[in-house]
Structure formats: C-alpha cells, structure tokens
C-alpha cells in the first residue's frame, strides 16, 4: 500500500469546521517519560510528513475470537473450519456510526476519502499529512528523539489528544507514543567464519537423537539441512510441490535475500533444490536489492534454511519497506510507522496466503504501546482464526537483556523510576501466535540467550493454565519475586537449534546464531506437518497452541537443562515439562506426523 504524498496548507485546512472541531480535546494516550535511551533533540519541522494510522474499534472482536478458539481446539466439531477472507472482514469491521464520525472529522481538517486509505475490512484509516496539522487534529507537539546507543532518530510525542466525541470512536492513532525499535533476533556477535567452540558439547564420537536414530558427529559444531532433518527425524520425508501448500518468511529493515547466496547455499547443502526459486512480495515499496553489499545476514539466514528444509514446497519472501524512520539531517520526507501495521494490512487483505509464516522481528514488549500490541495481537488472532500457523523469535536476551551481572544490567521500566524489571518481547508474547526459543548442543540444552518470561501485557490464556501453572508451583518461593508477572502469558511455546547455523553470506559460508534460527526451523517442520494432511485432504493445523498444550506436547523432545540469564539473574531454568526457556521442546517429527493425521 502507497499513499500519494500530499501536503494540505494549514491555512486553508483550518478554514474547515465540523461538530468534532467544536468539542473538547480530551487526552487519549500519554506516556510519563520516553523509553529508557531515547532523548528528546528538538521541535520536529512543521513541514515534515507523517504517515498517522487510526485504529477504529472493532466491536465484533470477540465474536471472532471465539471462532479461533473453536477452529483451533482439536476436540471440537468445527476444528479446522476455518474462516475466509470475507467471514474475518466482517468481524474486524467497524460500527457504520464509527467510520461516519471518523470521517467528518477527517474532513473537518481538510482530509477528503481521496486523501486516505483504509484496509479492507475498514478497520484501519491511513492518512499522510505535514506535522503541523497532525499537531493541530491531536493537540499535541512533535519532537525529534534519538537513541543513544543506535544514533537512530524519530519524530514522536508523549501524549496526544482527541476531541472527547470521538474516544468511543477511536482506539488510537500511531506514531505519536510509540518509541519501538524493531530489530532481528540474531547476534551479530555470533557471526563468524568459523564456527564457535563455545558450541561444541562434551559429547565425542558418534551422536544418537532423542529418538534414538544416529545423528552426524559433525552436527555438534555445525547445524545444516541434514542435521536438522536428523536431529528432529524428519530424514525421508518428502514434501509436494503441487498439494497447495506453502510457507513464506518476512522480512524488514531493508533486510534483502540474496539469490546468488541461496543458489550456493542449496548446492552446498540442498542440491536438489539448486536452481528453484521463491514468491518475491514486496509490501509498502520493499525493495529486492540483490547486490552482495545488500545482503541481509537475517534475510539470507530464513530463506536459505526454511525453504532449504522444505524444498519443493511453494515459498514465500514477503519484503516489508521501512528503514531507520527519520534521520533530521538528512531530511528525510517522511516518518514511517512501525512495520508489522503495513505487513498485516496487506495479508488480510489477500484471498489466499502460506498456511505456514515464520517472523525473526521484535521488540521489548514494554517500548509497543499497550494499545498498539493489543490491536497488533487481535490481527495475529484474525489470521489464525483463517488457519494460519505463525511463528515468532522469542528473542536473544533471556529474560531480558542477556547480562547476568547486576551491576551492568540494563533491565529498567519506562516509567522513568528506573526499577529492575524482566522485560519479555513482543510480538512473542502475543497469546495468538507460536513462540519459539532456542537450544544447542547434542544432546540438546538451552541456549543462553533463548528469551523467555512472562508478559506484562496479555494474560495467561486459558490452553497454558495446567502447563504454566506447574512450573510456577514447582518455582522455590520468592523465586524472582516482582521481576515478573507471574499471571501472563509464558513464553516461549516451543524451541529449536538456535546456534551456528551454516549460511552463505556475500558468497561466504559462515555461521550465524539467535532465535532467528529456531523460528524459520520450527516453522519448517510444522510446515512439513501440514504438506502431510493437505495431501490428505485435511487443513492446515492453523493456530498451534491449543493442540499443542492439549495434546501435541508429548510429540516433541522436552529440553531439562540450561537457562535464560539477563536483568541481574540466572533467568529461568529448563525443566521437566513446559518452561519460560524452551517452552515444551524441540519438535520430533516422526511422532507429531500421525499426531496431526490424527487430528
């Protein structure tokens, strides 16, 4: 989705009245102080455009949420009836009253229908107009702030207000409060050339999985294609390329896969899938730069490995446009939004989509507006109540930020009072979606950074009590005490091997670690799960978790050891069970095969 640049004088706009300009500004969001690390540098130019999203309410959410829930539970009749396009839009859709009263405000500035776009369910205004009159319509002033570790710079708000008529009519409206830093869950610390010995396991000699089938002795140091398919048992099985399945990746910041990287990558490790190809979907002007300088460790590292391991089945890249937002020297037009609005905008509004979809992006859950990640969440519901499996990183920082030490940790709230706090990511701690943390070694343990906790926003949904409950019972008492929120959603669900990944990069093999392997390789076998019941004439799995926490636990391998440090702490440990590390485990795919036939 584009939207043609416009500039509407002030001037001429003001001119303009409406029974909404008469009514009383009333503030609709604000927040105390910015996110640790961002400061604010000076008024945003008057002139400078910014593209403003506006949530309207959907009042029929609970209604579709309900059908998610009934589509998605294995022991119920309608399992697997899955809603269509039109069926979501008409529960997404706004009150007919709310899109009236929207739009005369929007008119009483000066913004005509031809100056917007809306989604296709109508859920959605999108609407690009200079900074002074976005300061005008929510009676606030824009600042530039920049962030003091990245250099990065953004014209945001603290607090911005609406006229009170139109607070039932409005949910909220971004940028103005929202201070997110997108970014992939790999570290770029791990790159190398070689791979890390910091890997290795003290096992020697030949290696046995948890299946008891033989795995390369090689695979302790090095993770392929064929180390996967052995370690998760999945050697033999091979998907269609015509049952009309199919798995796609995304991909933001200007992250671009190389084709020229992935061609070696599958004759080094694939050879059968050498010269195959892919779906390229560019949304809101992503771009395919495909000069070795443009290569994107992050974008060659899920393409090369999920449609490695699933090849022939039908991928998709989606390339989602948006670049660091706005950097005051350089002048940039105009300020871009946080980019999960724009991908989701563009799949709900597609008739068909990958029954599987892996993501590697986040962000601390704390730095999403409340507001924003609960609309966000609602759309990852909408998709899986159409029976799409999503994956998401659960992130890189343990519990929080990675550091153990508590005189260097760096876990603090956003409220300015600087109180130590596990800060869990999202979207992983969306309760619609697949979280997937990370594991090494063989015989498999956590990996150290694999995130994990608690989310502060979402309660615990109701298909985690039983699991997330023992593990909090089985805790010693005091365990963390206010560090957490011991009633939200546990993260992560599920895990896979998540250091030194074996990638082409630039035309250079090397390695690679993060969550940003575990999902895209989770992802891979659920994918090939589904190719199994398609060509069965089933449908897809859709949302996981419910048969996952019903019954699908048992199909995967329970990781006993390691942990997740961050904020100060040791974080978590991995346990007999579910726990806030490696979720339920690893997958065994011969076991979850006639698991999902069964259902």
Not at 363 to 375: G, K
Request: hydrophobic letters at 35%.
């Amino acid at each position: 989705m584009r939207l043609s640049l416009f500039a509407l004088p002030l001037a001429a706009a003001l001119v303009r009245a409406g029974c909404h300009r008469d009514t009383p500004h009333k503030i609709k969001e604000s927040i105390k102080v910015p996110p640790r690390g961002w400061f604010r540098q000076g008024p945003a130019p008057s002139d400078h455009l910014i593209e403003l999203k506006i949530a309207l309410p959907q009042p029929h959410f609970p209604i579709l949420e309900e059908h998610l829930w009934e589509v998605s539970n294995p022991k119920h009749d309608r399992y697997g009836a899955y809603l269509s396009k039109e069926e979501t839009e008409e529960l997404m859709a706004p009150h007919p009253e709310t899109i009236d009263a929207v739009s005369e405000w929007l008119s009483s500035h000066g913004i005509e229908e031809e100056h917007l776009y809306r989604s296709s369910a109508q859920d959605w205004v999108t609407i690009r107009v200079p900074v002074s009159l976005a300061e005008a319509m929510l009676d606030t002033k824009y600042h530039v702030y920049t962030h003091s570790d990245s250099g990065e710079s953004i014209v945001r708000t603290t607090s911005y207000s609406l006229p009170e008529s139109l607070h039932e009519h409005i949910e909220l409206i971004q940028p103005t409060t929202m201070f997110t830093r997108l970014r992939p869950f790999k570290s770029t610390l791990h790159w190398s050339s070689t791979a890390s010995a910091a890997s290795q396991s003290p096992s020697t000699g030949s290696l046995t999985g948890p299946a008891g089938n033989p795995i390369d002795p090689s695979c302790n140091g090095t993770i392929t294609i064929t180390c996967l398919r052995q370690l998760y048992n999945a050697v033999g099985y091979n998907t269609s390329a015509t049952n009309g399945n199919k798995l796609a990746v995304t991909a933001y910041l200007e992250q671009y896969a190389n084709n020229q990287d992935l061609q070696q990558f599958f004759q080094m490790e694939n050879p059968e899938a050498y010269g195959s190809n892919y779906t390229y979907v560019s949304i809101n002007g992503g771009m395919n730069n495909q000069t070795y300088a443009a290569a994107g460790i992050e974008a060659n590292l899920d393409t090369q490995f999920a449609f490695g391991l699933t090849y022939p089945t039908p991928a998709t890249f989606y390339s989602t446009g948006g670049s660091p937002p706005f950097i005051p020297d350089l002048a940039t037009p105009t300020d871009t939004n946080e980019p999960y609005a724009n991908w989701l905008d563009y799949v709900l509004s597609q008739e068909y989509l990958p029954q599987t979809i892996s993501t590697s992006y986040g962000d601390d859950e704390q730095s999403v507006p409340f507001t924003y990640a609960t609309r966000v969440c609602a759309s990852f519901a909408v998709l899986g109540a159409r029976g799409i499996s999503l994956m998401f990183s659960s992130g890189d920082g343990g519990v929080g930020d990675g550091d153990s030490n508590p005189a260097t940790q760096q876990c603090y709230t956003n409220t300015g009072v600087n109180r130590t706090v596990f800060l869990p990511e999202f979207p992983a701690s969306c309760p619609y979606v697949t979280s997937v943390g990370g594991t090494n070694y063989i015989p498999e343990t956590a990996v150290f950074f694999s995130g994990g906790g608690f989310s502060n926003y979402f309660p615990r949904p109701s298909y985690q009590d039983a699991a997330v409950t023992k593990y909090l019972q089985d805790l010693a008492p005091g365990t963390y005490e206010g560090l957490y929120n011991p009633y939200g959603r546990g993260i992560p669900d599920v895990a896979a091997q998540a250091w030194n990944f074996l990638i082409v990069y630039q035309g250079q093999a090397g390695y690679v670690a993060g969550t940003s392997c575990s999902s895209p390789t989770f992802a891979s076998f659920i994918s090939m799960l589904n190719d199994a019941r398609i060509s069965a004439g089933k449908p897809s799995l859709g949302f996981l978790n419910p048969w996952l926490y019903e019954t699908g636990w048992s199909g995967l391998n329970d990781i006993t050891m390691g942990n997740n440090p961050g904020c100060g702490t040791e974080g978590f440990n991995a346990t007999i069970g579910w726990d806030p590390v490696t979720g339920f485990g690893t997958p065994n795919f011969e076991k979850l095969l006639p698991m999902a036939m069964a259902v």
